[in-house]
């Protein structure tokens, strides 16, 4: 045989075994007679440097170093899910979606898998990227790592299509986080925490070495693509199998809510036994021209639901409240417990809200109480045991002055929390907004950390964000800590800020209620600076996404004359303050307009049409109401809908009538 055929061969029986024993779970030979095989194929493949092939399944043992990870845009965006807490919700759900549509659904149930999203890119049955969610929009390249990942395919088998993304889930089995910690314990080092962490952490990791040096597994499930091989996601899953994914089997079709409700309370009962850790069910709508139809809020599908299980509880003893300021000036009650074990961390404080929930839950220092770690990162208290309390303990009485300034504390109506209004010169105000501006999503200031920022505001350099851009190496370098070279570095991060695009500067705010979203949405529509200042709370309230809550701030934000001078030596420092988020749209022949789009088409995929009429100014809707202007229909459009159309008098256009409306 020659060298060539030999390599084909061992290529093919190699990942065959990856297969076996990855992902069926199902060994065929034994890891010395493996490794063997490999080493054969590393040396032929030496011998041949002609016949690289990035697939190979010598290319999953890692080895290159990499600099650093490359942020790509996704072609579908990454969402995420709703979340549900109880089957109330759930039947919310259920009646929010009967009233999208008039047509009988099916749903597909799936445990809510605790590790990283990732999306796999294939063309030709190759994988040829891993993005990892990002900020939705983009995410990191991580290729390189995830090809060490042995239980995703670098190569398909069978029937797939040429192009489409698979998404799923990165995660380390709790076995495998217990064989790492044990290697750590060995080294003298300190054990990871938890699973996830430890997941997100390796999958970041710059050695690709030690990434495949990690039993990390990936779970797959949702499918992606202009063609894909049926129009039910169950179906969709089961090929995707046969292509040599790891799909679970942990999956099932249901016909009604309450079905869906008993898996749920199954897997509850259940998942203290899993290999991995889970966190909920996903419930999906099957058939994905309804999920289509159904369609997206800004954030989630609405096809789409999580169920959360309820978070693991312990109980210990509160030492004391303490109360912390935010960047805001928001005030949020600090509970200082015992230490206790919860969920794979050691829990030494806990957020109690506001001065209501202690009211509520009457908390009172020295109490014994019970700590729950929920989907957030931070745990709260959620009950006293009364009958443990001391009999001289004394009722808590909430703080009324700013514990950093003694500003007195104000509360404004609707407001769950305490503010202290010394926003000019309150401490932690000051540093938080500091903070938060140079934080990676915002201006991403390299060489400038919370100690750095600490020790500027300690020396009077900087009060104001726009100081910053007045600061010289001359100002820096007489500082504690603060070298030739960080100086430097300082200087260039603060001058390499200038560059970064308008969205983020105004992330960077702080602005109330401007999240990364909105200030992208606000971006998106208004292009300048100015052109926001100038809004009213109307217009801003008519801009998509944009709510009554975020109007308010951002008006109420730029009717201060502080913070328009504040723009005023940003701009002159040479900030972005103009969009360059690429502007897409192509005409407005469809301004206004509410389309449908339904059926299936030949020239164009659904999603290019989706596309279309948002770049020529109209809006996709879900479904057909009198509001609909027309339905933009292709074969095989769903009778209900048809006959929805006709009776409301909604005219239902073919796509080359729709082709020439653009032009
Ligand atoms: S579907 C558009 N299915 O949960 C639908 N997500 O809270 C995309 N997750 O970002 C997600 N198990 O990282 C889906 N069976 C499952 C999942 C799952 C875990 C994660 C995923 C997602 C997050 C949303």
Request: aromatic content about 8%; proline content about 4%.
């Amino acid at each position: 045989m020659s060298e060539r055929k030999r390599i084909a061969l061992l290529r093919k029986e190699l990942a065959n075994h990856n297969h076996s024993y990855y992902v069926l779970d199902k060994p065929l030979i034994t890891d010395f007679e493996f490794d063997k095989l490999l080493a054969e194929l590393q040396l032929l493949e030496n011998n041949n440097p002609d016949l690289f092939d990035k697939n190979s399944p010598t290319q999953r043992v890692g080895g290159e170093l990499i600099k650093g990870f490359i942020a790509v845009k996704h072609k579908y965006r990454m969402l995420s899910l709703g979340n549900t807490y109880s089957a109330e919700d759930l039947y919310d759900f259920d009646i929010r979606l009967k009233k999208l549509t008039d047509q009988a659904f099916e749903y597909v149930c799936e445990l809510k898998y605790d590790g990283v999203s990732i999306s796999l890119t294939y063309e030709n049955g190759e994988l040829v990227q891993a993005l990892t969610r990002g900020d939705g929009t983009q995410g990191d390249d991580v290729t390189e790592n995830v090809k060490t990942i042995k239980s995703i395919p670098l190569k398909l088998q069978g029937d797939y299509p040429e192009i489409f993304e698979i998404r799923g889930e990165i995660f380390l089995p709790i076995a495998g986080l217990q064989q790492m910690n044990e290697l750590r314990i060995e080294q003298g080092l300190e054990p990871y925490a938890n699973p996830r962490n430890t997941a997100s952490g390796s999958l970041k990791l710059l050695d690709t070495k030690e990434v495949a040096n990690r039993p990390l597994d990936c779970y797959l499930y949702y499918l992606l693509g202009d063609t894909l091989p049926s129009n039910n996601h169950y179906e969709n899953l089961q090929k995707a199998k046969e292509w040599g994914f790891k799909i679970p089997n942990e999956i099932e079709k249901f016909s009604t809510i309450e079905q869906a409700l008993k898996f749920i309370n199954k897997w509850d009962a259940k998942r203290h036994n899993l290999p991995y850790e889970i966190d909920g069910i996903v419930i999906k709508v099957n058939n994905i021209d309804l999920q289509e139809e159904m369609g997206y809020t800004a954030k989630s599908p609405r096809w789409a639901i999580s169920y959360k299980f309820k978070a693991e509880q312990v109980s210990t003893i509160l030492n004391e409240i303490t109360y912390q300021v935010g960047r805001t000036g928001a005030i949020t009650p600090v509970a200082n417990l015992a230490p206790v074990q919860l969920a794979g961390t050691t829990v030494k404080r806990a957020s109690l809200h506001n001065a209501d929930q202690i009211a509520k839950l009457d908390i009172r220092e020295g109490d014994k109480v019970y700590v729950e770690k929920g989907g957030e990162i931070i745990p709260k208290v959620v009950g006293v045991e009364l009958k443990d309390r001391d009999l001289f303990s004394q009722l808590t009485a909430y703080i009324t002055n700013c514990p950093s300034c003694a500003t007195e504390l104000v509360r404004k109506d609707g407001d769950a929390k305490h503010y202290c209004p010394n926003r000019e010169s309150c401490p932690p105000q000051i540093k938080g907004k500091f903070e938060h501006f140079i934080s990676r999503k915002a201006m991403n200031i390299d060489g400038l950390g919370r100690e750095t920022i600490e020790l500027l505001i300690q020396e009077g350099l900087i009060t104001e964000i726009s100081d910053l851009y007045q600061l010289k190496k001359e100002d820096v370098l007489p500082l504690e800590r603060i070298a030739e070279k960080s100086a430097e570095n300082l200087i260039a991060g603060i001058e390499a800020s200038k560059k970064i695009p308008f969205e983020r500067v105004l992330f960077g705010l702080g602005i109330r209620y401007v999240g990364e979203t909105v200030a992208k949405v606000l971006v998106k529509h208004f292009k300048t600076i100015d052109a926001i200042i100038n809004s009213d709370i109307e217009t801003l309230i008519a801009v998509d996404e944009i709510g009554g809550k975020i109007a308010e701030s951002v008006n109420a934000y730029f009717s201060e004359d502080k913070n328009l001078l504040l723009i005023e030596e940003l701009k002159a420092a040479g900030l972005q303050f103009v969009s360059t988020i690429e502007d897409t749209s192509k005409s407005d022949n469809l301004a206004g307009d509410k389309i449908v789009v339904s059926g299936v088409f030949q020239q164009y995929s659904r999603a290019e049409y989706k596309k279309m009429i948002e770049e020529h100014g109209g809006k996709n809707v879900g479904s057909i109401s009198k509001s609909t202007t027309f339905v933009l229909a292709g074969e095989n459009m769903g009778p209900s809908k048809k006959q929805k159309a006709e009776d409301l008098n909604i005219p239902m256009i073919s796509e080359e009538e729709f082709l020439a409306k653009l032009s």
